[in-house]
C-alpha cells in the first residue's frame, strides 16, 4: 500500500521561497514517476512538476525557471522547492506517484503567498 504524505507549506510573502516534501513508503520508490499538482480554490487540479523514473524532469509553463522538483532516494522523498514565488502560486499542493498513470495520491499541503 502506498502512502505519500507532504509537508512544508504555509505563509510567505510574494518573492519568498518554500520546499515541500513528500514522504513515501510501501513501494519500490526508484521504479515509479512522481509529481507535483496544485489546486486552488474554484479552480481544477493541475499539474505542476513531474520526475520519471529515469530522472527526466518536466514544469508547467508557469513554474519554469522558479520551481524546482528533485527526489533523495535514500530518503524516499520528493522534494519541491518553490522560489520567486507569486500570489497565484496559492493553493493546495499534492504529490502523486504512479507507473503510467497518477495511482496514488497525498493528502496535500497548504501554500499562501500573499
Known amino acids: 500500500h502506498v502512502q505519500l504524505v507532504e509537508s512544508g507549506g504555509g505563509s510567505v510573502q510574494a518573492g519568498g521561497s518554500l520546499r515541500l516534501s513528500c514522504a513515501a513508503s510501501?513501494?519500490?520508490?526508484?521504479?515509479?514517476?512522481m509529481g507535483w499538482f496544485r489546486q486552488a480554490p474554484g479552480k481544477e487540479r493541475e499539474g505542476v512538476a513531474a520526475?520519471?523514473?529515469?530522472?527526466?524532469?518536466n514544469y508547467a509553463n508557469g513554474v519554469k525557471g522558479r520551481f524546482t522538483i528533485s527526489k533523495d532516494n535514500a530518503k524516499n522523498t520528493l522534494y519541491l522547492q518553490l522560489d520567486s514565488l507569486k500570489t497565484e502560486d496559492t493553493a493546495m499542493y499534492f504529490c502523486?506517484?504512479?507507473?503510467?498513470?497518477?495511482?496514488?495520491w497525498g493528502r496535500g499541503t497548504q501554500v499562501t503567498v500573499s
Open positions: 520526475l520519471d523514473s529515469g530522472g527526466r524532469t
Open positions: 510501501g513501494y519500490t520508490y526508484s521504479s515509479y514517476s
Open positions: 502523486a506517484c504512479g507507473t503510467g498513470s497518477w495511482s496514488s
